[in-house]
């Protein structure tokens, strides 16, 4: 199946910027989005994108696109502790036969330090 | 709404007991799926579904069985219980032309010993 990569962690410290980056393989995924799971929790989606986009903005959160690369990320402007979660890439390539279930990342741990 | 709901929120099997995992949603949802969710491996898809009466097999199907009669249930059934079957497990569930818009259940924490 197609790979959805992304760094396992990322820690920073709060108020800072935090940059979560992702490569996806299908450079035809029309699709991509960022999910948020916080402890004990199930996922919840935070941002998409579609991908005749470039960048995408929703207050403190900032998508960026580069399909010649295949690369995503996720900015958080002014990272706060509550911030602290697993950081989900998704795509939901063309190839999935028509049943358009999206393919995960692995997660990027984001550790927020006060 | 309640959403995706999940029972049990824990379990505990025997190696080769069976048992079934129970998801439900009110949202009127086409879509619904099951997932694995292990250390350093992200979301595993099991099982999905398109609609009622229809299911196929996503990336780790084996040990695994599904049924759609509803469009609101979606249960998980584990046939012969393995350590490897440890993990946590989520249901979700979609709109058909929202396809990226998963809402996710709580979860169930399952280990096989």
């Known amino acids: 199946g197609e790979d959805v990569e992304q760094s396992l962690f990322l820690s920073v410290r709060e108020g800072d910027s935090s940059v979560i980056n992702c490569t996806y393989t299908?450079?035809?995924?029309?699709?991509l989005y960022w999910y948020k799971q916080e402890p004990g929790a199930g996922l919840q989606l935070l941002t998409y994108?579609?991908?005749?986009?470039d960048m995408k903005q929703d207050q403190r959160l900032t998508v960026l696109l580069n399909k010649k690369d295949k690369h995503l990320s996720l900015r958080i402007a002014d990272t706060q502790t509550g911030d602290s979660a697993i950081y989900f890439c998704?795509?939901?390539?063309?190839?999935?036969?028509?049943?358009?279930?999206?393919?995960f990342g692995r997660g990027t741990s984001l550790i927020v330090h006060p | 709404n309640a959403g995706v709901t999940q029972t049990p929120k824990f379990q505990v099997l025997k190696t080769g007991q069976s048992m079934t995992l129970q998801c439900a949603q009110d949202?009127?949802?086409?879509?619904m799926s099951w997932y694995r969710q292990d250390p350093g491996m992200g979301l595993r898809l099991i099982h999905y579904?398109?609609?009622?009466?229809?299911?196929d097999q996503g990336e780790v199907p084996n040990g695994y069985n599904v049924s759609r009669s509803t469009t609101e249930d979606f249960p998980l059934r584990l046939l012969s219980a393995a350590p490897s079957q440890t993990s946590v497990y989520f249901c979700?569930?979609?709109?058909?032309?929202?396809?990226?818009?998963?809402?996710f259940g709580p979860g169930t924490r399952l280990t096989v010993t």
């Open positions: 998704a795509e939901i390539p063309p190839s999935s036969g028509g049943s358009y279930i999206p393919t």
């Open positions: 994108i579609f991908s005749n986009m």
């Open positions: 579904s398109v609609g009622a009466g229809i299911t």
């Open positions: 299908d450079s035809s995924s029309t699709y």
């Open positions: 979700a569930s979609s709109y058909a032309g929202d396809f990226g818009e998963q809402y």
């Open positions: 949202m009127n949802h086409e879509y």
